[in-house]
């Protein structure tokens, strides 16, 4: 699997010839100013929770795109409405057989209304077991929670965590994150978008390694093969 970063949340990992694209905000990120939506591919876009710096641009790359919308059933039937029929609703503790692989939607500790105040459900995060027999976590946006140990259970090989503390887990919190699931590679997102959520990338990569875990930060529009 090749994931590719796009700032803040948002990465693409393709399997095969799908493209699964994650929490698109790209075209309100300045960090991002060198990645352009209209030329981005998806298949399936997997939104973690409603808020703003998480679907941004879900909708204009999904109408591009034709891609299937897959996220809890307020926000699919949301995005129903809105005109995107394609889309899959799943919700907590629930999974999914896809061409690609399955995806289980999983819990995660935050808060999910939609910019227009419109509830977006309850957020979450995805475990995603591909057929190329890769196994990943996306947290999404989400506190510490003991929930987590019970995802050591799918034996995922990377994790993708925010780091940036502030609205979600720091990096503190997101290395004892990866020790519940049991991973050694981690991807930190969520950090250096905006002022409360600034990192410093040698302190973070130094706290993982001395739990003897790799944090991967790759630049915005960077790729990472596992
Ligand atoms: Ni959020
Ligand atoms: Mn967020």
């Known amino acids: 699997m090749k994931i590719t970063f796009y700032g803040h949340s948002s990465f693409s990992v393709k399997t095969g010839e799908t493209i699964l694209l994650f ?22 876009i997997l939104l973690s929770h409603a808020h703003q710096d998480h679907i941004l641009d879900a909708m204009a790359i999904a109408k591009r795109t034709g891609a299937t919308i897959v996220s809890n059933y307020e926000i699919t039937t ?7 029929k ?20 999983v819990n995660a500790i935050h808060t999910s209304s939609f910019p227009d105040g419109s509830y977006g459900g309850n957020p979450g995060g995805f ?10 976590y996306y947290s999404g946006d989400t506190a510490l929670t003991m929930d987590m140990k019970l995802y050591a259970d799918d034996q995922p090989g990377l994790a993708i965590l925010p780091i940036g503390d502030n609205f979600t887990m720091g990096v503190a919190d997101a290395v004892k994150c990866a020790d519940m699931v ?12 905006f002022g409360y959520i600034m990192v410093d990338h040698a302190d973070a990569k130094a706290k993982f390694a001395a739990a003897g875990k790799n944090l991967h930060l790759p630049g915005i529009g960077e790729s990472l093969e596992f």
Not at 78 to 84: I, R, T, V
Not at 87 to 102: I, K
């Open 23 to 44: 929490d698109p905000f790209i075209s309100a990120n300045p960090k991002a100013a060198h990645i352009d939506i209209n030329k981005l591919e998806a298949d399936y």
């Open 182 to 193: 049991n991973v050694k590679e981690v991807m930190g997102v969520h950090y250096d978008t």
């Open 86 to 105: 394609k889309t899959h609703p799943l919700n907590h503790g629930g999974s999914w057989n896809f061409d690609f692989g399955r995806v289980k939607y």
């Open 78 to 84: 949301w995005y129903e409405k809105q005109g995107h």
């Open 127 to 136: 475990i995603v077991f591909l057929k190329e027999g890769k196994t990943f």
